[in-house]
């Protein structure tokens, strides 16, 4: 009767923690030419997580000049690397469909993910995607020294939706879209990392799985340099 409600607890524990974790696209901090992919509530490799939980994702890489490869993803100690094999990356992005989930006695849903990392001094007209690539997006918005992310959901803006900001200094703060789909602005150089959620009741089917409605997430890595 322990040794079942042992793993009973274990269970709960690793569904509380899966259910606050994101799918993040990382610069290698030490070599450009590669990213880590992690399932974290924050940018770091979480070691209780498995690489599994990642299993499915596809990457592209864009670069200078919007040339696009498909970028190869190896498994690491609670990660993936990527290989982005070409120079000059502008940004990455992906997705990442973790399949039907249930809670309780709520209505069923599709839960899919769509990270996307944008590299220091990339162009916008390579990293801003539109709806026909990725179908949320979240995109930085640079002002001088502060930087705002704007959300983008079938390539509109999504007003009055929470988001989540990972600071550079550390801490998180959660704030509101206005009008424009745009969050205030964050002063502060440095790594950012921003999820938020989209949510659209649309009845189908995934691997023989009903659900009434798709939850999409969309992240955000981005290296705010303050010029």
Known sequence: MQRI???FASMLVTAT???A???FVVPDATDKSKVVVVFSDDLEVDDNISADRLKGLK???RFVGGKEAPVEC???KSCLIGELGLVN???VYGSLVFGVLQKGDANPYLLAYYPKTVFAGADPKHFILGEKVIPVELIPVVSGADVRFRFLAAGKPVVDTEVTVLKPEGGKAKVKTDKDGLTPAFPAVGRYGVWTKHTEVRPGEHDGKKYDEVRRYATLVFD???K
């Open 5 to 7: 409600w042992i793993t």
């Open 17 to 19: 923690v899966a259910s």
């Open 21 to 23: 974790h994101f799918v």
């Open 59 to 61: 990457l592209t890489g």
């Open 74 to 76: 190896k498994p690491g």
């Open 89 to 91: 990356p502008q940004c």
């Open 224 to 226: 705010a340099t303050g």
